[in-house]
């Protein structure tokens, strides 16, 4: 993607250090997942708005959509926070209990899976994510 900047290395995705759960309705949920990521290139780039399949605790969840763009800085190893909002429209009625044992949880396990939208102006690449992690779960406002 950026290989007429020079030698781009690959960015690596450290892991999620943290979710915090913004609004959880029969509607959906509203989070906020803090992940590191280190960027050892010269250049920044932009993680775009993106759609991902999520499952949470082992319990699909149907699509989640970063919600806005994040600015990865150059030379960094650093955390950052994406707002992610998914719709619960696809779930049965019968799911909806797990779901509020699941967001009562001191844990819970965030799996994500898809292409991340990635880019530098005008250049854009599909970045697939395929990933599994038990974090802490932090409730606000609930």
Do not use: H, Q, R, W
């Given at each position: 993607m950026?290989?007429?900047?020079?030698?781009?290395q690959d960015?690596?995705?450290?892991?999620?250090?943290?979710?915090k759960v913004n609004k959880i309705s029969q509607q959906g949920i509203d989070i906020d997942v803090t992940a590191k990521i280190k960027n050892p290139n010269?250049?920044?780039?932009?993680?775009?708005?993106?759609d991902l399949d999520a499952s949470f605790s082992n319990m699909n969840v149907g699509k989640a959509t970063i919600?806005?763009?994040?600015k990865i800085k150059a030379n960094s190893e650093e955390s950052y926070t994406f707002n992610v909002k998914s719709d619960f429209s696809k779930l049965s009625a019968s799911e909806l209990p797990n779901l509020l044992?699941?967001?009562m949880s001191k844990t819970i396990k965030v799996a994500l899976?898809?292409?991340?939208?990635?880019?530098?102006l005008f250049m854009k690449q599909n970045?697939?994510?395929?990933?599994?992690?038990s974090v802490p779960l932090n409730l606000r406002g609930l």
């Open positions: 950026f290989s007429s900047c020079g030698d781009f960015v690596t995705f450290m892991g999620i250090e943290n979710v010269n250049v920044a780039f932009t993680i775009y708005k993106s919600t806005k763009n994040v044992s699941i967001a899976k898809g292409n991340l939208k990635v880019g530098k970045y697939p994510v395929d990933m599994a992690k």
